[in-house]
C-alpha cells in the first residue's frame, strides 16, 4: 500500500530537472479542481491565464502546471528578469554522511546539474537550516574546494569524507512550452483578454495598473499566498477586491490542495469538513479573519466548537 501511494504521489508531484518547471502537484491539482468548479474548464482552448510572480518561486510552477491541466489555451507569466546567481554552501562530511544528491552530468559538461534533492542527507539538512540558500533541481555544482571545470573532478570531491565548500550556481528556469513572460505589471495592457489572475506572491508595486486592467476585464483571482508574511501589505488581492472580482482565496486552495494530499496518499475520499476544522483553527490562531469558502466547508464540524 505505500508502494502505491509512493507512485501516486510521485505522479502529483512537481518536479524540477535540468532547470525546467514540468509535472503536476497537487498545488496544481487543487487549482485546476477550483477552476472547473467555477466553470473556467468550458471553452479553456480559448482562455487566457496570468501568473504573477518569481521564476524561481514553486508556486509558479504549480499556477502555470495548473492551468494547463485545465486547456487553458495561452499562458502568461509576469516575472521580473532574473541572471544567474551564485552561493556557497558548506558540507561537512568527515561521519560519510550521504549528500543527498541527485546529480547528471554529460561528458562535455564543466560542472554537476542537481537532479533533485532528497529528504535526508546533509543537503537536505543545509536547505532546512540555511532558508534563502536553498539547493533545488535545476541548480549546478560549478567549484567545490578551488576544484572546477570538470564533471569527474567534482565528482570525486564530493565523495572525499572531507569538509567541503560547494559553488552553487543557478540559472533562471526554463518555463513551460508556449508560455509568454512579460518583465512588468504594466505590460499587462498588451493584453486584451485575461480569464484568470494568478497571485503567487504578495506584491504592491503596479497595483494602479492592475486596478485598471481587472476593472475592465473582471477576471477571476486566485490568491496562493497563505498566510501572509508578517508585515506585507493587501497589494494586489486588495485590489482585486475593489474591482469587484470573484477571489479564490487561499485558504481555500490550500483546503483542496489537503485533499488532494490525503487523496494521492490513501486513494481514498477526504474529510473535507474535518480538515477545514483544522485550517480555521489555523486561522484563528493566526488573529485573521475566518475565510467564508473554509466556514461553509467545515459546516456543522465548526459551528460545533
Known amino acids: 500500500q505505500q508502494h502505491r501511494a509512493a507512485r501516486r504521489l510521485r505522479g502529483l508531484r512537481s518536479e524540477v530537472e535540468d532547470g525546467s518547471l514540468t509535472g503536476h502537484c497537487c498545488e496544481a491539482t487543487s487549482l485546476k479542481e477550483l477552476l472547473d468548479k467555477r466553470k473556467l474548464g468550458l471553452g479553456a482552448a480559448g482562455r487566457v491565464g496570468l501568473v504573477i510572480g518569481s521564476r524561481s518561486s ?31 554552501m558548506t558540507l561537512d562530511r568527515c561521519s560519510g554522511e550521504s549528500l543527498g544528491l541527485q546529480m547528471a552530468h554529460k561528458s562535455s559538461d564543466t560542472c554537476l546539474f542537481v537532479k533533485s534533492v532528497e529528504r535526508e542527507g546533509l543537503v537536505a539538512s543545509w536547505n532546512k537550516n540555511n532558508p534563502g540558500k536553498e539547493v533545488t533541481g535545476g541548480d549546478r555544482l560549478v567549484e567545490i574546494n578551488g ?63 492592475l486596478l485598471n486592467v481587472l476593472e475592465k476585464l473582471k477576471p477571476i483571482v486566485v490568491d496562493m499566498v497563505w498566510p501572509k508574511p508578517e508585515g506585507s501589505q493587501p497589494g494586489l488581492l486588495e485590489a482585486a ?34 480538515l477545514a476544522k483544522v485550517l480555521l483553527a489555523e486561522v484563528t490562531r493566526l488573529g485573521e479573519r475566518p475565510p467564508k469558502a473554509l466556514v461553509e466547508a467545515a459546516g456543522q464540524a465548526w459551528q460545533g466548537t
Open 58 to 88: 514553486t508556486r509558479v510552477g504549480g499556477a502555470l502546471a495548473g492551468l494547463s491541466a485545465l486547456g487553458f489555451g495561452r499562458l502568461v507569466l509576469i516575472a521580473p528578469p532574473e541572471k544567474p546567481t551564485e552561493f556557497q
Open 147 to 209: 576544484v572546477s571545470s570538470s564533471p569527474s573532478l567534482l565528482l570525486e570531491q564530493l565523495s572525499c569524507l572531507q569538509v567541503m565548500t560547494v559553488t552553487v550556481s543557478r540559472f533562471p528556469r526554463t518555463l513551460p512550452p508556449g508560455t509568454e513572460q512579460l518583465d512588468d505589471l504594466a505590460q499587462m495592457t498588451r493584453i486584451s483578454d485575461i480569464d484568470v489572475v494568478v497571485l503567487t506572491e504578495p506584491a504592491a508595486e503596479g497595483c494602479d495598473v
Open 241 to 274: 477586491r475593489k474591482a469587484d472580482c470573484q477571489i479564490v482565496e487561499a485558504s481555500e486552495l490550500l483546503l483542496n490542495q489537503a485533499c488532494a494530499c490525503l487523496r494521492a496518499w490513501t486513494g481514498k475520499d477526504t474529510p473535507r469538513e474535518l
